[in-house]
């Protein structure tokens, strides 16, 4: 078909070419996007008297029922056209005639893409804040149920100090709590309207780009006409905020790909989020998880996909940047849909709550508390926690953990020790010592729910 953009050629395109450049095939997601965008753009001509109402009442009328047919199936976007403006273009031309052709004065393809774009990433900013803030209060459930559910916390993956599963998952809280505000950082800074900036230099018609501006949701119209067309520094943050965001999942897979080994035996991973083996019948795999993990590195590989394409472009727009969009939707389907199922997942889970404080208990995460219980007593702590090396050193070789000792077993190390050290050193005494603001004791705890509980309010009567 001829090119909205032909007339300056004197033969065809070749057909490689033309399939090398067409953007079609994945542009094509950005129709309603496209057609919500020419409808400010043609809202705002008529304003400003460079098209009629007549017209812009039949374009309004053309485009609403292209979005139509596509929704219903009866329109096809098919690789006939090079990309989804020129799609709209065509068929919007073809149902009402001349009218179409003035929709897009004083418009190029480059603020029109650079628009399209900009719309598509804040409408899916918002879709991911949604999905996080399913995570988040699934998160909270399980953390208000698991105050006084005991576990050890580990730093080089070893037993370290006892906390709560609360504590635990509290510190994933944070975590997705930051992704929350990292997006609402991300959509304040790139809520500027690029229509109207034209190719590059903006426009000789008087457009109001401060009324499109604001029947678009904008907060105002971008300030340069040149960086308008050529900036993706708002897609870069935003592919780095999905990074961050699998980032964390990531971790947290690969805890529960750890504590649903058979060596922790923490967590049991529900039927319907896992697999089994083709060769193994015992076998049960945390698949969900795994590729979680795995599909970080994709989302990585857009990012960085993403900068190398910009590091090298000069001013203004260049047809390079038409690789934003492959890489970015990827990402965006990506993060989501590993949102979506790892919290379905982590929610029908169940967790071995005797196991986790049995290995909290043998793995000596009360030996710090137990050389503060000397250091109460007038040792002095690097003496305190000589002594209790000593200790540990003694459960070890006779498989016993430190409150499973006698009395006259401690004594035999330290005189120090009395009747009350069994007092100092049980799981619950050891975590309801830690008042410290953000450490795991109960009473903090319920502090902390307060505030995720009254956070995630407050979110959800701003949207």
Known sequence: MAQLWGGRFTKETDKQVYDFNASISFDARLLAQDIEGSK????????????????????????DGILADVSSGSLQITSEYEDIHSFVEANLIERIGDAGKKMHTGRSRNDQVALDMRLYTRDNIGVMKDRL?????????????????????????????????????????EMFRRDYDRL?????RMNYCPLGAGALAGTTYPLDRDYTAELLGFTAPTANSMDSVSDRDYLIEYLAALSIIMMHLSRFCEEIIIWNSNEYRFVNIDDAFA???S?????????????????CGRVYGSLMALLTTMKGLPLAYNKDMQED????????DTVESCLVLFDKM????TFNTDIMRQSAAKG???????????????????????????????????????????????QAISGYFDNDIYDHISMEACVEKRLTKGGPAPLRMEEYIRDCRKWLSEREMRS
């Open 279 to 295: 060769i193994m019948p015992q076998k049960k795999n945390p698949d969900i998880a795994e590729l979680t993990r795995g599909k």
């Open 133 to 173: 803030t399913d995570l988040l209060q699934t998160l909270l459930t399980i953390i208000e149920a698991n105050t006084n559910t005991f576990m050890p916390g580990f730093t080089h993956l070893q037993k370290a100090q006892p906390v709560t599963l609360a504590h635990y998952f509290a510190a994933y809280f």
């Open 275 to 277: 697999t089994g083996s």
């Open 184 to 188: 609402c950082d991300i959509y304040e």
């Open 364 to 410: 000596f995460t009360n030996a710090t508390d137990a050389a503060d219980y000397l250091v109460s007593k007038g040792v002095p702590f690097r003496d305190a926690h000589g002594i209790i090396g000593q200790i540990v050193l003694y459960c070890d070789r006779n498989n016993k953990s430190i409150e499973e000792c006698s009395l006259e077993e401690l």
């Open 325 to 332: 969009k492959e890489a970015a939707f990827d990402a965006m």
């Open 346 to 349: 982590i929610s029908t889970m």
């Open 40 to 63: 400010a753009h043609v809202k705002m001509l008529e304003r400003c008297g460079i098209i009629t109402g007549e017209e812009r009442d039949s374009i309004l009328a053309g485009l």
